[in-house]
C-alpha cells in the first residue's frame, strides 16, 4: 500500500543516483584527509543549509506560521552553525560568510540550489514550493549525509553527523506525508535534481583532481 511505501521507494531517488555512490564516496574520502579542502567543501554546505533555512523562512512571508515550520527553519540555521563552526575547527581559521576563497564550489553550489527552487516552483506554483523544495532537498541531504558519515567514521575524523541526519531524516519524512501521495511528480522533481547534482558534481569533482595533479 502506499501509505506504507518509504520516500526512497516512491521517489526511485537512491537507484537513480546509484552511478554517483563510488565517486561520491571516493571524493569525499579524498576531502576529509585534507583539511583545508574539508573545511572549505564545510563552508560550503553551511552555505546551503543557510540558504534552505532562508528559503524557508522566506516562503513563509504570507502565511501562518507554525510550529512544525519554525522548527525545521531554526534546525536548517543550525545546520548551518554546525558546519561552519566545525570547518572552522578543522580549518584552523575564521571563515567569515561564504567566498570564492573559504567556500568551495561556491557559484555552482548556490546556482545548483537556485535553479533547483526555481524549476520546482514553476512546476508545482508557489503555494505548494516549500513542501516539494525540501522534500526534494532532503533526499539528497540524507542521501549525501550518510555517506559522508561512512566516510568520516572509517577515516578516523573527529566529527559525527550522526545528531544532523536524524534531524534531516525526520525532515524527510515530515515533507513526504506532505506530499500526498503525489508519486509520480515525487519521481520527476527527484529526477530534475538528480541532473542538476550531476552537473553541480562534475564542477566538484574537478576541484579535487585539480588538487591531486598539483
Ligand atoms: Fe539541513
Ligand atoms: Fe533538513
Given at each position: 500500500m502506499?501509505?506504507?511505501i518509504s520516500p526512497w521507494t516512491a521517489s526511485g531517488m537512491r537507484d537513480e543516483n546509484k552511478r554517483f555512490e563510488a565517486?561520491?564516496?571516493a571524493f569525499l574520502d579524498a576531502i576529509v584527509r585534507d583539511p583545508p579542502a574539508h573545511a572549505r567543501f564545510?563552508?560550503?554546505l553551511s552555505m546551503l543549509e543557510h540558504m534552505g533555512s532562508r528559503k524557508i523562512m522566506l516562503s513563509q512571508m504570507n502565511r501562518t506560521l507554525t510550529?512544525?515550520?519554525?522548527?525545521?527553519?531554526?534546525?536548517?540555521?543550525r545546520h548551518a552553525?554546525?558546519?561552519?563552526?566545525?570547518?572552522?575547527r578543522i580549518g584552523g581559521e575564521k571563515l567569515?560568510?561564504?567566498?570564492d576563497e573559504n567556500a568551495m564550489c561556491r557559484i555552482p553550489a548556490a546556482m545548483y540550489f537556485g535553479r533547483l527552487d526555481a524549476g520546482i516552483s514553476k512546476e508545482v506554483g508557489d503555494e505548494a514550493a516549500y513542501q516539494w523544495v525540501s522534500l526534494?532537498?532532503?533526499?539528497?541531504?540524507c542521501w549525501l549525509y550518510e555517506i559522508y558519515q561512512d566516510v568520516l567514521e572509517s577515516s578516523?575524523?573527529?566529527?559525527s553527523l550522526k545528531a544532523l541526519l536524524a534531524e534531516e531524516d525526520q525532515h524527510l519524512a515530515d515533507m513526504f506525508a506532505q506530499c500526498g501521495g503525489q508519486h509520480d511528480l515525487l519521481k520527476k522533481l527527484s529526477a530534475y535534481e538528480t541532473s542538476l547534482f550531476g552537473k553541480f558534481w562534475a564542477v566538484l569533482q574537478q576541484e579535487i583532481s585539480f588538487r591531486q595533479a598539483a
Open positions: 502506499s501509505a506504507s565517486p561520491v564516496r564545510m563552508n560550503m510550529e512544525e515550520t519554525l522548527s525545521h527553519l531554526s534546525e536548517e540555521a552553525y554546525f558546519f561552519k563552526r566545525h570547518a572552522e567569515d560568510g561564504f567566498t526534494i532537498i532532503e533526499l539528497r541531504a578516523g575524523v573527529a566529527l
